[in-house]
């Protein structure tokens, strides 16, 4: 007579093993799946070397300060940076611009006038802009480094910087091929200016009728290449 050997049942510890084996299981399918559809490392790949060596933030150049006046009217008189005229690249606003400072030979300056003539009851508007020809580059482009100089002939009749207050440095950086402006114009009041008289009423009156003036321009030691002329009625 053949006998049938019962079957050894295991311990229910045996069973809890065998559970906890299969569930460490599943967590590792599930976060070898997770892994594959996530891939948290594609971003870090796509980071360039050149990337890691760009600096946190440049403050770079959105328009030019304009310099405050005592003896003006109209315009600003305020020298804050407002209304931003910028061609070329977008700036990125940033903390501190860092790159070789600006070649004079680079930088095209230029004096602007807003018309080309003016009635006997309208001052003129002069601004700056410039051009970076060259590569990104560092200019102080703040009210101290400025300068509007209105010339007829030989004589120089009003200088920006004779009643200038409160001047200040701005350093910047200038993108390459980017153009910037004066945030705003700075208006002359058609008299001559001296550093003795910013408070005088009584200053000489630039005379009218078809005078013909120049303007030169200067920011960040860099001259404008020529002079803008004009003409007062």
Not at 179 to 194: F, G, I, K, M
């Amino acid at each position: 007579m053949t006998g049938t050997t019962a079957r050894r049942r295991h311990s229910p510890a045996v069973y809890r093993r065998r559970r906890i084996v299969l569930l460490i299981a599943l967590l590792a399918i599930a976060g070898i799946v997770w892994l594959l559809i996530a891939q948290p490392w594609a971003g870090a790949a796509t980071e360039s070397p050149d990337d890691a060596k760009k600096p946190a933030s440049q403050n770079t150049a959105e328009s030019l300060p304009v310099p405050s006046n005592q003896a003006t009217e109209g315009g600003t008189e305020t020298g804050a940076v407002e209304g931003a005229v910028v061609e070329g690249s977008t700036p990125t606003p940033g903390a501190t611009p860092s790159a070789q400072p600006c070649v004079a030979s680079e930088i095209a300056v230029e004096a602007v006038t807003s018309a080309d003539t003016y009635a006997g009851d309208q001052n003129p508007q002069f601004s700056i802009t410039l051009t970076n020809n060259g590569p990104d580059c560092v200019l102080n482009v703040g009210t101290t480094a400025q300068s509007y100089t209105v010339t007829s002939g030989d004589d120089i009749w009003w200088r920006s910087t004779d009643c200038q207050s409160e001047p200040s440095d701005m350093i910047v950086l200038i993108a390459a091929g980017q153009t910037v402006s004066s945030a705003a114009p700075l208006s002359w009041d058609r008299t001559r200016s001296a550093v003795g008289t910013c408070a005088d009423e009584s200053r000489a009156r630039a005379p009218g009728g078809g005078a013909s003036y120049f303007l030169s321009v200067e920011i960040g030691g860099i001259a404008s290449t020529e002079p803008k002329q004009f003409l007062l009625y």
